[in-house]
């Protein structure tokens, strides 16, 4: 198992904005005693670790961004003290002047959130695009959103409809690219052809019908009462991660002691697959997590066809189902075996 990481984005964004709050304060307290702009700087440090928190609920973030915001504030008063200014005359007197100092401070302050924001564009991207990164003719597919339904506690989460998705070819040059390497070759059984209409967070949440981002899936989690699990069951769900970011979702579909354990899930823009819960191209860092509700779709969503992710009612026999699909293919049989 594999904790949730702290996001680095809301750690940024929240020590810059302190760090823009401070250096106003203390422009405007520059004549006033070093006591009351401190107590200024310490107030706009707590409110910073508060706001981390509330956003995320997560009180590592809250601390992180506070140290950050300590830390920058520190050096920045001490570039202003009076040793280090005759121990280095040229450089301390100019930063001495409050106005130098402080508007530094802003302009670091403003960067810092601007970075935060492009950062976490990028990364919504990076999600979004998944397989189709793996071959560099096909880049992120253009998104619209269709609708918005919401969670179970009734956070809303966007659907999105794919507004240019990649032609056939281009989704068979994706998967002849995935086909490549025969260590993933070998451990796959293909269970539905590849749809442009979905991600694998659309095929768990939405029953293959839209695609969701990457950046909700952490809600729809804990909002719809997932839970981490050391050992799962059939229709449970396997989270991919790399580091702070969840990268794939797939349904868990054979456990049986001794043997390996099988997940089904969809490849970003191609097709769905069966594997070993460790031979996904999403790597190996994976958590468990089981809902006491019923299904995965998001409220307001009903089955539209069988390729809802449903919980199957007798593993066994769904993959003896998937095996008599290519009932000649004797590396197929093998694996099921």
């Known amino acids: 198992m594999t904790s949730d990481p702290m996001p680095n984005v809301v750690v940024l964004f929240c020590a810059g904005f302190g760090l823009l709050m401070a250096a106003a304060a203390n422009l405007g307290l520059r004549r006033r005693s070093i006591g009351l702009r401190l107590g200024a700087s ?29 830390a920058i504030l520190g050096l920045t008063y001490v570039l202003g003290s009076g040793w280090l200014a005759k121990a280095v005359v040229v450089v301390t007197g100019w930063f001495r002047r409050p106005a130098v100092r402080w508007s530094l401070a802003a302009a670091l302050g403003i960067a ?15 999600d979004e695009m998944e397989v189709a990164a793996l071959d560099s003719g096909i880049g992120a597919p253009q998104t619209e959103v269709a609708l918005t339904v919401a969670t179970d506690r009734g956070r809303a989460i966007e659907l999105r409809t794919v507004v240019d998705a990649p032609s056939e070819g281009e989704m068979q040059s994706v998967e002849a690219n995935i086909m490549k390497d025969p260590t993933v070759r070998n451990q796959i059984i293909l269970t539905q052809p590849a749809m442009g209409n979905s991600n694998c967070f659309g095929w768990v949440f939405t029953g293959g019908r839209y695609w969701v981002a990457g950046d909700q899936v952490k809600h729809i989690l804990t909002e719809n009462g997932y839970q981490p699990v050391e050992h799962p069951q059939a229709g449970d769900l396997a989270i991919y991660r790399s580091g702070a970011r969840i990268l794939h979702a797939a349904v868990v579909r054979y456990v049986a002691e001794g043997q390996p354990i099988l997940v089904e899930g969809k490849w970003g823009c191609v097709g769905v697959y069966l594997h070993e819960v460790k031979h996904s191209i999403y790597g190996t860092v994976f958590d468990y997590y089981r809902s006491p509700r019923s299904g995965h779709l998001l409220a307001g969503l009903e089955p539209a066809s069988p390729q809802i992710p449903a919980s199957p009612a007798s593993p066994t026999t769904s993959l003896m189902a998937l095996a008599a699909n290519d009932p000649d293919d004797d590396e197929d049989d093998e694996f099921i075996e």
């Open 42 to 70: 310490l107030f706009v440090i707590a409110a910073t670790a508060g706001g981390a928190r509330l956003v995320n609920g997560d009180a590592a973030a809250a601390g992180a961004a506070s140290a950050i915001l300590a």
């Open 112 to 126: 810092t959130i601007a970075g935060s924001l492009l950062f976490d564009d990028y990364l919504l991207r990076k």
